[in-house]
């Protein structure tokens, strides 16, 4: 349950800036398709709000992907008709039943799922092979995809043309060469295969940061996760760089502004103590929201459009912040935590994280408001 009544702590979701965001990755690679990646509650902002905002005639996304079935159905009885793909594939021989039923895609990564299809008969299902060029977690070593890829060919549970895809590790560092390594050896695969139907590499990473190294050709898909909410996947770069607009802006406000002693310690643990005579606000946010536990002294909040810092811990309800730079601040004033003003990207940084763990730590009892302008 959210404390929605009294308590102002808010997700405001911006669905133009997620419509803008996935257009973005359309201009970065021409005449692709995108699978938005709404895995996870849609990194946290509600996966079939999300998924209803793209689903807009001409400019929407032209598939989801999404990590288990259980979330793949909440999007089906949400009345979501585009093709999903099963990141994570199935476990099971049932789950088949449950792929049929509600025609889902799932990611063929192993030899026991290779096994499940070989031994059931029913009707065809939409598969995609995964290779491993070097994320190591997932997938076919590429010497042993191209047998992986026959043995799928050979059966009739399996949709044909089979689809094709593989994961790229290092993609967030651009100077990392590895990055190419991986689409070449996909590249060559495909090739060697004679394959031409649809395939897919790249992540957010490998859609802003090396389009030109993968195969341009018919029929690629991207795969746009955090780019589509706003947040840079490179690691030094912000979300405003690659003309990205935040999607979540993360809000509450302050309920005390106190004034303490040169000396007096606040919070627990009393890490911050006061550098002279002080106002100090106290914020309604806290690691029971999501804010991170870990954001240490120093980190920025924006009051009154005005960017003052945490002192001492975080707690589970409430923040503490220095208020000399913004004097007039009072009971009641908004403060943004993230997002439209504040890049997400600073917070993370700040905290010891990334952007996508803490859009995806956000808890339910924070009110998420959903706009479209
Ligand atoms: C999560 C995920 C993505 C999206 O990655 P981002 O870095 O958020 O763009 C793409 N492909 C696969 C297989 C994933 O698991």
């Not at 133009?16 to 970065?28: D, E, T, V």
């Not at 999300?50 to 009885?77: K, P």
Request: proline share 3%.
């Amino acid at each position: 349950m959210n404390c929605g009544l009294s308590r102002t702590t808010r997700a405001t979701i911006n669905l133009s800036n997620l419509k803008h965001n996935l257009s973005i990755a359309r201009q970065n690679v021409a005449d692709a398709h995108c699978m938005a990646i709404i895995k996870a509650n849609g990194y946290g902002h509600g996966m079939v709000p999300i998924a209803q905002a793209l689903s807009d005639n001409g400019s929407g996304a032209d598939a989801f992907g999404v990590a288990c079935l259980e979330e793949a159905i909440s999007l089906r009885e949400a009345g979501i008709a585009q093709r999903i793909v099963l990141l994570e594939g199935f476990i099971r021989a049932d789950d088949l039943n449950f792929i049929r039923g509600y025609n889902l895609e799932p990611v063929i990564h192993s030899h026991h799922q290779l096994e499940i299809l070989e031994a059931d008969n029913g009707k065809p299902v939409q598969c995609w092979l995964k290779v491993d060029t070097g994320m190591h977690r997932l997938g076919f070593p590429v010497n042993e995809a191209k047998d992986a890829y026959q043995r799928l060919m050979n059966c009739e549970s399996v949709a044909k043309p089979l689809h094709m895809m593989t994961h790229l590790a290092n993609a967030d560092d651009r100077d990392d060469m590895f990055t190419q390594q991986q689409c070449i050896q996909f590249k060559q695969l495909v090739d060697e295969l004679g394959f031409d139907d649809e395939k897919s590499i790249a992540n957010s990473a490998g859609i802003l940061g090396w389009n030109q190294l993968c195969p341009n050709s018919h029929g690629q898909w991207l795969r746009p996760g955090i780019m589509l909410y706003g947040v840079s996947p490179f690691i030094d770069s912000h979300a405003e760089d690659h003309k990205l607009k935040p999607v979540m802006t993360l809000s509450s406000e302050l309920i005390a502004v106190n004034h303490y002693k040169k000396g007096d310690a606040v919070g627990y643990g009393g890490i911050y103590q006061c550098e002279e005579d002080m106002p100090i606000g106290v914020v309604a946010i806290g690691y029971g929201d999501g804010y991170p536990r870990h954001a240490a002294s120093g980190t920025p909040v924006l009051i009154n459009n005005k960017e003052v810092t945490i002192v001492g811990r975080v707690s589970m309800d409430m923040i503490t912040v220095d208020l000399r730079e913004c004097a007039d601040a009072k009971a009641g004033d908004e403060v943004i935590l993230w997002g439209e003003g504040l890049p997400i990207e600073d917070i993370a940084d700040s905290a010891g994280t990334i952007g996508y763990e803490l859009l995806c730590g956000v808890t339910t009892r924070v009110n998420f408001v959903y706009k479209d302008e």
